[in-house]
């Protein structure tokens, strides 16, 4: 089993679109895919019309607690969902009376034979979930809007990450939200800073298709696959899937 983060400390850059969307083409390439929606806002669950009267409540953090019970099937075959809802804002609190940066990867344990990779929808914020998140995961996807702002807030992320020992080549940023009528777009995009020279190719384009599936709730192939945005997460999900299987 492979953990995928999708992360990064700014907000409303496209990580709940992006995990959604990489869950479900990877449950369709045939991998048994399970999303973990980390965030109280409970995007990932909405999106995948979870059945919200069966949220986990803090029992899945008890010593010894093991998540099977709490996850859903979703209307697509091979995906499976353990939703979130306000519970989830706990988590933190949750994580810290169990002390270690390991929580999150041994409640994992149980389901390591069960699912062939695991995706994880991340709150936008750098505390102790993120280590948590960091130290579970294979490889850790950061959606980044070519702006400067987002690029700063990259730098954050990275500079933590390789201080706290984390090894800087299992963190993968991408562009994401990238409007290529915009010069800086483009100059970020064409030139990226030496500090992410590792950055995926693939580019997430800003595109209408992608808000549509707050319409249609449900994940963008399966509604628009004809689109050039669910043409690169396809894309994305290819260079992903080459990565996490050289980790
Ligand atoms: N590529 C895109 N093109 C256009 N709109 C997008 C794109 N990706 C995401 N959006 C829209 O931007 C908003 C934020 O996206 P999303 O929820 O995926 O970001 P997020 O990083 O998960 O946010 P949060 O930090 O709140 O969890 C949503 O309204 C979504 O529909
Ligand atoms: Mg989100």
Partial sequence: MKTLAVYNLKGGVGKTAASVNLAYLASQSGLRTLLWDLDPQGAASWYLQANTEEIPDKSMWRAGADIEGQIQSTAYDKLHLLPADLHTRHLDTWLRKDGARDALLQRLKPVNRRYDLVVLDCPPSLSHLADNVFT???????????????????????????????PRNTLKPFYSMADRRRLLHRMLIEQPPKMIKDVAKTVIPYASAVER???????????????????????????????????
């Avoid at 702006?147 to 992320?157: E, F, G, N, P, Q």
């Avoid at 963008?220 to 080459?242: Q, T």
């Fill in 136 to 166: 579970a995961s294979d490889l850790v996807l950061v959606p980044t809007v070519p702006t400067h702002l987002s690029l700063r807030a990259l730098k954050t992320v990275i500079d933590y990450y390789e201080a706290e020992g984390y």
């Fill in 213 to 247: 599936m707050g319409e249609h709730r449900a994940p963008l192939e399966v509604f628009e696959s004809y689109g050039y945005a669910a043409e690169a997460y396809r894309d994305l999900w290819k260079e992903v899937n080459a990565a996490l299987k050289k980790t």
